[in-house]
């Protein structure tokens, strides 16, 4: 049976979305590409799953796009090459705007489109050896996807540092941008990502964290009045929700909330 690039699996509501290509350090491909968004598809429908994972195997978490099939779109027409670019742009869009908590268990370097990815997720993980750096500008490429979301997670003084620079940093370094949350042992890192998941499963509402990540990701482009009320707006909608109701009914009834 040949080794499929992207494999997934769920564990005590954990969504577990794996890169599976070590041989490529995890390359991206439009194979990887579609995998993954058919993945999260199937998360985004499954009731068992609450949060979700995504990690890699191997040494590196993911180098970025392929190489090797870039040079070879490069006999394509423009068209061709925006709809390919549209596949890694509805990805990133579908991590960042994902209706659950998506964390990156990262256990080597993540470069280019690979740092991208880390980026565009709720929380990262990450060992003390991993490296992280948007290197596109080295060869005449330029970081134009996963510009978008560097802006919005860490500002345009540090972005251009990282995109314009374009030398990769260490764990530590990256902690101190606002590109990563926390740094593990290897030996400790799926314990750590587990542990971490299985909280945010139990304590908090799944409807909630949904409705806010949704927030976080919409109001940036409002105005403040249009921001406020869209906020007013998304208030009164929780209100209503069953997780509220439940919620604050146990709260006042000093009940114990199991979600």
């Not at 030398?167 to 290897?186: C, Q, R, T």
Request: proline share 2%; charged share 25%.
């Amino acid at each position: 049976m040949m080794k499929q690039p992207i494999h997934s699996f769920v564990q005590e509501r954990i969504g577990y979305l794996v890169l599976n290509r070590p041989e490529k350090r995890n390359a991206l491909n439009a194979e990887m590409v579609e995998g993954m968004k058919s993945v999260l598809a199937d998360f985004a429908n499954n009731d068992q799953v609450k949060i979700v994972v995504i990690k890699a195997t191997g040494k590196v978490f993911c180098s970025g796009a392929d190489l090797e099939s870039l040079q070879v779109m490069q006999t394509n027409t423009y068209d061709e090459n925006l709809e390919d670019s549209r596949g890694l742009k509805d990805l990133f869009y579908k991590i960042y705007t994902f209706n659950k908590v998506i964390i990156a268990q990262v256990q080597g370097h993540a470069l280019a489109g690979g740092c991208g990815l880390a980026t565009v997720c709720d929380f990262v993980f990450a060992v003390p050896d991993a490296k992280f750096g948007y290197t596109e500008v080295k060869i005449g490429f330029v970081p134009a996807i996963v510009k978008v979301f560097l802006l919005r997670k860490i500002g345009e003084g540090k972005a251009k540092q990282l995109l314009l620079d374009a030398d990769p940093v260490s764990a530590s370094e990256a902690k101190e941008f606002g590109l990563i949350n926390w740094i593990v042992d290897e030996m400790e890192l799926g314990k750590r990502v587990f542990d971490y998941a299985q909280k945010l499963a139990t304590q908090n509402s799944g409807t909630a964290m949904g409705l806010t990540k949704e927030m976080i990701a919409r109001v940036q482009e409002k105005s403040l009045e249009d921001g406020l009320e869209y906020a007013a707006s998304m208030n009164a909608k929780a209100r209503s929700s069953f997780d509220c109701k439940k919620g604050i009914a146990a709260f006042l009834n000093k009940e114990s909330l199991s979600w």
